[in-house]
């Protein structure tokens, strides 16, 4: 059984690659799946502290690739699942402690343990992207709805289709859109955003504060649905098994008073 | 029949053509003077190369396939319809080309102006002190007259230069056209001293340079500079005018700063072609001035 090796990336920093990477796993883990999520920022790891994990961490990618440890005594059992696994970086060092080929061999690895490894790249296009990708055969593109977020997203497009014989797949999300801001032409639409990129659209995740909740009690939205960008997740690692599942209806409520209530109660009621 | 041309296909991979050069010498002139484009360009791309009538010895060989690879490009098959040729490249181990090389659409070329190019500092102080581009907006629905045929340049065929051996009239060599069917995507550059088409878009951030004439068939966003070298006459075209800047032989100009619909759903103006006019660059439907 040989797994899925995805890496998200973004080129541009800050678009919310550490949070996909947290929730996407979560959400594979959750329909069954064994998956490894493997922190390939190093010098800058987050992805231990998205997952509540960051207590539990003895040893790290960089210990591993350096043969201080086995990668079995580095992989962290997640708190509720236990096919989930974290590979965590090592926070003391930085990008230049893992090359492309020490990579391929850690993927090589992995994949034969895992159903899916997730691994989240650094920002930008230098040694840690690449490294990142090294022993990747599938990418995930994560955008926002702005300017500069697409043009960096086009940048490493145009990485990764120079790559085509390793990377034979690559697929967008575009996440934090405000649809209501779509609606009164302040933010760039779905449809904005692919004229440009121009690549299959794999999810759209709208912008919702339960992000910044999750992220500080370490808990990944996506564990439950009850909430709109948990659901959206979900439906990504759904499509991501080969399930055709319809894109959420995000145009923005009526604002009464009483959807705001409703709202309010459940955060996940979507309208059809 | 152009010179030297290279065309690229997505399922066909890029093949570099100098069937339309008379003799070696020709072609390894063309072949290192035109094959300038960025390396980024030939990478993981399936390249091939047509001598079409040429007659080579296997040192000739040997001295075309070092010139393509100095520029990363490595040949992997060699197309000809030479028996000579066909045993030299046999002898160098280079696999024979099967089937028929792509070839392009004929293509009618302006005679280029060779200016000596000077750095324009006025160019580029207007351009940040906001002075922007102008569109031609009095002339968007004249139709072509019959007079613009009729004093279209003179089109000099390379059948013609076959037969007596000199070009036919007196006007400096074609240029060679780049033709590309792909997206350009952010960071990616494609320069040529010559004419450059594009049938795909050019997403922002990617640039494009060009002796010639530029040609995008689809949305230039990205930047563009034509007439490189001097040639005030070039021309920049595309179904959506869009880019960040635009610059002619000297000039540079950017779009208008007036606030503007900024997203896809804006209704589209259409193809535009800008050119040098006065010495600065104008926006115009119009097809040829």
Redesign the interface.
């Known amino acids: 059984m040989s797994g899925r090796v995805i890496t998200i990336t973004s080129g541009k920093g800050g678009v919310g690659k550490t949070t996909a990477s947290a929730n996407i796993g979560v959400a594979l883990a959750s329909t069954g799946a064994s998956v490894a999520l493997v922190d390939m920022d190093i010098g800058l790891r987050n992805l231990d502290i998205l997952m509540g994990l960051e207590n539990r961490v003895v040893y790290n990618l960089v210990d591993v690739v350096e043969e201080r440890c086995k990668l079995r005594q580095a992989l962290v059992k997640d708190k509720k699942m236990p096919n989930l696994s974290l590979l965590p970086a090592a926070q003391t060092r930085d990008k230049t402690a893992v090359n492309s080929d020490q990579m391929k061999q850690l993927c090589a690895e992995l994949k034969e343990l895992f159903e899916f490894v997730v691994i989240d790249s650094p920002a930008g296009i230098e040694s840690g992207f690449q490294n990142a990708i090294a022993g990747a055969e599938e990418a995930i593109v994560i955008t926002t709805p702005e ?1 500069s977020a697409v ?2 997203a ?2 490493i ?3 990764l ?5 390793e990377i034979q797949e690559y697929r967008l999300v575009i996440n934090r859109i405000r649809p209501s801001m779509v609606k009164n ?1 302040d933010m ?2 779905v ?2 955003v692919l ?2 990129l ?1 690549v299959k659209l794999l999810g759209v995740v709208p912008e919702d504060s339960e992000i910044i909740t999750s992220t500080n009690k370490g808990e990944p939205v996506s564990g439950t649905d009850n909430t709109r960008s948990g659901l959206a997740f979900r439906n990504i690692a759904r499509r991501l098994r080969g399930e055709d599942v319809p894109f959420m209806d995000l145009d923005p409520q009526n604002s009464t008073w009483f959807s705001r209530i409703v709202q309010f109660f459940n955060p996940a009621a979507v309208r059809v | 029949m152009s010179k030297i041309a290279i065309i690229s296909q997505p399922d066909q991979g890029v093949l570099i053509d100098v069937s339309g050069c008379n003799t070696m010498q020709e072609a390894s002139e063309h072949l290192s003077s035109t094959l300038q484009v960025s390396s980024q360009f030939w990478k993981g791309s399936n390249v091939a190369l047509n001598l079409g009538r040429l007659e080579l010895a296997p040192q000739q060989v040997a001295q075309v396939l070092a010139i393509a690879k100095g520029v990363g490009a490595n040949p992997q098959q060699v197309f000809t319809s030479n028996e000579t040729t066909k045993v030299s490249l046999m002898q160098n181990n280079v696999k024979l080309g099967d089937g028929v090389p792509m070839s392009l659409p004929n293509v009618s070329l302006d005679a280029q102006l060779q200016h000596d190019f000077e750095a324009d500092e006025e160019a580029v102080d207007e351009i940040s002190s906001g002075k922007t581009v102008e569109e031609d907006v009095t002339h968007l629905y004249e139709t072509q007259e019959s007079q613009d045929i009729a004093d279209a340049p003179e089109v000099s065929l390379a059948e013609e230069t076959d037969e007596k051996g000199e070009s036919a009239t007196k006007s400096p060599p074609l240029p060679a056209v780049l033709y590309l069917r792909q997206t350009l995507r952010s960071g990616q550059t494609v320069s040529h001293k010559g004419h450059l088409v594009i049938v795909g878009d050019v997403n922002p951030g990617a640039e494009l340079m060009a002796e010639g004439d530029i040609t995008v068939w689809g949305a230039l966003r990205g930047i563009a500079h034509a007439g490189i070298g001097g040639n005030v006459g070039a021309e920049i075209r595309a179904l959506k005018l869009q880019p960040i800047q635009i610059r002619i032989a000297h000039a540079i100009a950017r779009s208008p700063d007036k606030p503007q619909v900024k997203f896809a759903s804006q209704k589209g103006a259409g193809p535009e072609t800008a050119r040098l006019v006065d010495g600065k660059i104008r926006i115009s439907k119009r097809n040829i001035e």
């Open positions: 300017m043009r960096d086009d940048r497009i145009g990485l289709e120079a790559r085509k014989d032409n760039m639409s449809d904005d004229e440009i121009s």
